[in-house]
């Protein structure tokens, strides 16, 4: 369930090892909390609102029947010289397994 608009911002407090202490709905609380703990590597860091998604909307519909419009396709098969072998498998590979 997302934190309603009104509490926002708020801060964080970690503790030394980067763990979630608490959280302050001041940041003269997030302060008082390090004073607490001087000794430990207490940090806090201000929690804003998420940012609004862009206002513009992008048509992501699919055309089901047929080739989309600007679609090309594969590539021509490489024409190959008469004297080039035509592979039907992969050669052997020489390595030894461990």
Known sequence: MPIPDHFYPYWSV???LGQHYNDCSHEKY???TLRLHPDEGFTYKR?????????HIVDVTATKEGELTG?????Q???RLPFEPILE?????????I
Not at 47 to 55: G, M, S, T, V, Y
Not at 71 to 75: N, S
């Open 89 to 97: 498998e992969l050669p052997q590979s020489n390595l030894h397994e």
């Open 71 to 75: 679609q090309q396709g594969l590539p």
């Open 30 to 32: 997030a302060i008082d």
């Open 47 to 55: 929690i804003d609102a998420p940012k609004p998604l862009p206002p």
């Open 77 to 79: 098969v490489k024409k």
């Open 14 to 16: 970690y503790d030394g």
